[in-house]
């Protein structure tokens, strides 16, 4: 079976850093997209930042870019957040499949982390 495992979110101030860690096993994910979504209380899922292949280009959100830097290690990414604002606020999936902004073509998903912002 594919398992994906989110860790790392907690309660920090604005300012503050975090650090969420994914793993995924069951297969090789070499070749496929990982990426990191969020959703906040009440509102739809959104796209953070995805790597479409192990050693190619990531890609960040507008909302996150030069805060948020993944790194990733075939089927394996860290996920750095510094300068956290109370907006990131939101839990957090990682998430494997074919890249792109939308989490309609990711199969396979973690049970996500909350990360929480305080003002």
């Known amino acids: 079976q594919v398992q994906v495992v989110e860790s790392g979110g907690g309660l920090v101030q604005a300012g503050g850093s975090l650090r969420l860690s994914c793993a995924a096993s069951?297969?090789?994910?070499?070749?496929?997209?990982m990426a990191w979504f969020r959703q906040a209380s009440g509102t739809e899922r959104e796209f953070v930042v995805g790597?479409?292949?192990?050693?190619?280009t990531t890609y960040y959100a507008d909302s996150v870019k030069g805060r948020f830097t993944m790194s990733r290690d075939n089927a394996k990414n860290t996920l750095q957040m510094n300068s956290l604002k109370p907006e990131d606020t939101a839990v957090y999936y990682c998430?494997?499949?074919?890249?792109?902004?939308?989490?309609?073509?990711?199969?396979?998903w973690g049970q996500g982390t909350q990360v929480t912002v305080s003002s």
């Open positions: 998430a494997v499949g074919t890249y792109s902004r939308s989490p309609g073509t990711y199969a396979y």
């Open positions: 069951g297969r090789t994910f070499s070749s496929h997209s």
């Open positions: 790597s479409p292949w192990s050693g190619g």
